[in-house]
């Protein structure tokens, strides 16, 4: 944590340049590495009315550019609130960009722990103590949880309920929390989470385009949930958006329509692996623990139950307008497979 | 390879009059295989089959079957079977192609099986939100289906009725997908007023698992109609309210037990013991042909009472009420004009 001396001399020496540039002129990114993280850089690196960019990362993102600081930090290591914090005054920053969230689940769950769960606390303390205008959190609807009792839509207000015995998505529930209780103790802070469907793109990787990447892919027996996935373009136009701009609270990121499951796999021209649940999660479960396969036997409710969220929040106040839909940004991200145009790093996609 | 030349050496081809080991199989009795009483023959199976589909139009299910081809009928499964990509589904999951798809049968069910009888389907807007209350019946939630069936069939605008359907049905292994793809949703608050804000017309059963899960003795009974969540429902997306009444449902699977302690590791509510169910297996499932009446009512405007009584809860339970009276007395005209149960 960051003494008290700090936080009053960062407010003194920001009054005259808070005024000078409205939110969202000096940046700082976490995880800049992370697509989100590089695809945001390369945009402000654009945008006229953005004057500094703070990129922290344990490495530099390939699309910094003369705006770009870049400086170093480990969100696993004890001391990073505090030298977060040292940096974000130093620099004067207003608007705070949170991304670095992993996007697959980790064999080692106690360093993913650390990075998502208490890296947010981190985050989170440095937020406060430089006394940031804005905190921006990137998160996903997986946060709500595959349940047989969700309503169809999700919307902001429910319960974020998680999948318990996924680590991966209770690291991003308790991310969410820090930032509740951030918003909750600090009411001159703005606090926006962006709770992204699955996202899928040429460029994007995670769990979600790895499993999409296979030519057969599990089914559940006699389930066939409604799925959503948003084009990677369409979540950075999002998260720009709530950069520029003040919205405070949560936001369901989606876009518009949904698929049946089955229907994802045609669309693929997957091979569907029908197996009954019982079966299934077990052999997943002792798959994963072999290191053979890419998620844990629990994380099948997200293919047993729909966890497909409702956007009228950020379409009515913030403006947000999806330019692909479910269909056509699976489309896109088939597509590019299939061409072969994924391109190789970010550098290339923007 | 066989020379045309014959060869002395290799033995001849036994004469079946002259041997004697084959005479005695040709003498074998072969009255059992040619008695006049043909019992398995085709033609026999063949004309009890149409003599029973004289019976329940069995005939006209034939000709349906008959009129599609065997192409067509492969290439409906198929499409019931395996979605195809490119089908648009609605926000809830409706496939309409699928519905199409099915519809035949399911009309089949409801023209000959359950010979349903509709009254009032006028009540029912030609466009706009409405809700339609029914009372809730029969073991296994048919009912519904055929709701659905009768106003499209019925209807002078064909509405398809988007029919809430309880927990546990929506997530049963692959009759929760069916229900989706032919529009059902799964009973909640949220779904309910998305979709009358939608302007879809809903159809609901306030009674719940405790309606289709009443025992024989007490059919016919309404059970009490939750805690008016339909009405507040009504009320809050200015919904007309549309009683309706099955009458027919209650003898088409006749529940005269439960059994409790093996349903619940299954997640279902209970296991149903039917006068076919637990001794014939998966057949017992199949409903009586019993004749069934679907009678709409005149609709209760609860539109000028506004959004903000939804919080009165003296309202809401008088009119929670009123709506379970009006689905009451439907009931019971219906079943004091009924003469049978078989044959309405």
New interface residues.
Partial sequence: MSTPVEKRGAKGSRATRREAAPTGARVAVTGACTYLGQRLIAALERDPACEHIVALDIARPLTARTKTRFVRLDLTRPDADETMARTLVADGVQTLCHLAFLGFPSHSGAWAHELEAIGSLYVMNAAAAASVDKVVMSSTTMVYGPY??N???L?EKHALRGLRASRWVSDKVGAEHELARLAKERSDITTTALRFAPVVGPAHKSLITRILRRPAMLRL????P?MQFLHEEDAVAALLLAVRGHHPGAYNIVPD????Y??????GGKLPLPLPRILAAPVATTLWNLELVDMPGRFLDFFR?SFCA?GTRARESMGFAPRYST?QALQAFFDARRAGTTPRDLTEAV | MVSPVEDPSQPKPRDRARDPELADLTDAPFELFESERDVLSLRAIGEALQAAGRMTGLDELVRILDEMGAAKVRAALSRILFQPAERVVDPFGLDVEFYEAVFPLVRWIHDHWFRIETTGIEHIPDAGRALIVANHSGTIPIDGLMVVTTAHLNHAQGRRLRALVENFVYHMPWVGALFARGGAVRACQENATALLEADEAVLVFPEGVKGIGKLYKKRYRLQRFGRGGAIKLALSTGSPIIPCSIVGAEEAMPLIGKVSWLARPLGIPYIPVTPLMPFLGPLGLIPFPTKWFIDFGEPIEVGELGPDAVHDRVLVNRLNERVRREVQSLIDKRLAARKSVIFG
């Fill in positions: 047989p009792d309503p169809n839509y919307t027996m006699g389930f066939d409604l329509g949904v698929m049946y089955s229907q994802v796999l045609k669309l139950y409702d269909r």
